[in-house]
């Protein structure tokens, strides 16, 4: 198996995460931003500028953006679903810029209200705009290894969206295994599909279980940056009951027992997961925030 020295994750509990819980207070989601700021993590997802009606957790993201710790080195994102919440997001001062698009057309008109055909068509003008003001934009393929509404998508579809994108000018690809239907042979279909020289992402979601293991896979074939929500929060509306994100500090625990190095306090990120636990105010399905790292021992039993 390949594997490299060092692999980069993105925070995306303050975005998909959040956005997927009941609405959660300003205060708090600014606190979780500035706790995981102080984790080490180097990339942050920290809003989306999405309609408010259509989304009300992420109402008040440039409330939010304005008032989180800026911490030097960390590099945060904002998610936009369209030209119009490119703007905002460019407004508010962002240089990383997420846009997302599905690979299937019923997810793509379920998520933001048209074709995947309608929203790829508009990256050109979103790169224009961020490029005009000094931010980047990465192209999210959402559905990437699999649709809830049509099964199966095939991997030469997500190929043709890269390609798009790439030919838009966006500067980086990412992948969604939206809710969860991923598989390592499924992973490994999709990159033999994919030809870009784009700095390429995963996001997979835990919802069966196969999370970390399509994560080694992607490893295996090279890549090496990933997102994660600290505690597992966050998932789909399209797979209701589901779990969703792959917890960040089970990512982690992971890696740095496999001297793969992340830059991230596993500690300190385990008391971010409690605190996540805290504001969403239920129990998370992270077993490493409840059952701590491999090398928190029990105490004997008395003889």
């Known amino acids: 198996m390949h594997q490299p020295e060092q692999v980069s994750i993105r925070e995306v509990a303050p975005r998909d995460g959040l956005q997927n819980e009941p609405p959660v207070p300003?205060?708090?989601?600014?606190?979780?931003?500035?706790?995981?700021?102080?984790?080490?993590?180097?990339?942050?997802?920290?809003?989306?500028?999405?309609?408010?009606?259509?989304?009300?957790?992420?109402?008040?993201?440039?409330?939010?953006w304005a008032a989180?710790?800026?911490?030097?080195?960390?590099?945060?994102?904002?998610?936009?679903?369209n030209l119009k919440?490119?703007?905002?997001?460019?407004?508010?001062?962002?240089?990383?810029?997420?846009?997302?698009?599905?690979?299937?057309?019923?997810?793509?008109?379920?998520?933001?209200?048209?074709?995947?055909?309608?929203?790829?068509?508009?990256?050109?003008?979103?790169?224009?705009?961020a490029h005009e003001n000094l931010a980047s934009v990465e192209a999210i393929i959402a559905t990437s290894f699999g649709c809830p509404f049509e099964?199966?998508?095939e991997p030469v579809r997500v190929a043709?969206?890269?390609?798009?994108?790439?030919?838009?000018?966006?500067?980086?690809?990412?992948?969604?295994?939206?809710?969860?239907?991923?598989?390592?042979?499924?992973?490994?279909?999709?990159?033999?599909?994919?030809?870009?020289?784009?700095?390429?992402?995963?996001?997979?979601?835990?919802?069966?279980?196969?999370?970390?293991?399509?994560?080694?896979?992607?490893?295996?074939?090279?890549?090496v940056e990933f997102d994660a929500s600290v505690g597992g929060i966050g998932g789909c509306p399209y797979a209701p009951g589901a779990s969703g994100n792959v917890a960040t500090e089970v990512v982690v625990h992971m890696l740095h027992?496999?001297?793969?190095?992340?830059?991230?306090d596993l500690d300190a990120l385990i008391d971010v997961a409690a605190l996540a636990e805290q504001i969403v105010g239920r129990e998370l399905e992270s077993g490493v925030l409840r059952a701590g790292p491999r090398t928190r021992l029990t105490q004997k039993p008395s003889t």
């Open 26 to 64: 300003t205060e708090d989601k600014i606190r979780l931003v500035d706790a995981l700021s102080r984790t080490g993590l180097a990339r942050i997802e920290a809003v989306s500028f999405v309609h408010p009606e259509a989304v009300p957790q992420m109402a008040d993201a440039a409330e939010v």
């Open 68 to 81: 989180v710790e800026k911490h030097p080195g960390i590099h945060y994102s904002a998610l936009a679903p």
């Open 85 to 129: 919440g490119v703007q905002r997001a460019v407004d508010a001062g962002f240089s990383a810029i997420e846009v997302v698009v599905s690979a299937s057309d019923t997810h793509n008109r379920a998520n933001v209200g048209r074709t995947a055909a309608e929203s790829i068509a508009e990256f050109g003008d979103i790169v224009a705009l």
């Open 151 to 153: 099964g199966d998508v």
């Open 160 to 223: 043709r969206i890269v390609d798009a994108a790439a030919e838009a000018g966006v500067d980086r690809i990412a992948f969604g295994d939206t809710t969860g239907m991923g598989t390592p042979r499924r992973v490994n279909d999709l990159l033999d599909a994919v030809e870009t020289d784009l700095p390429m992402l995963m996001h997979f979601h835990d919802t069966r279980g196969t999370a970390l293991a399509n994560l080694l896979t992607a490893m295996d074939r090279g890549i």
């Open 257 to 264: 027992d496999m001297g793969v190095e992340t830059g991230i």
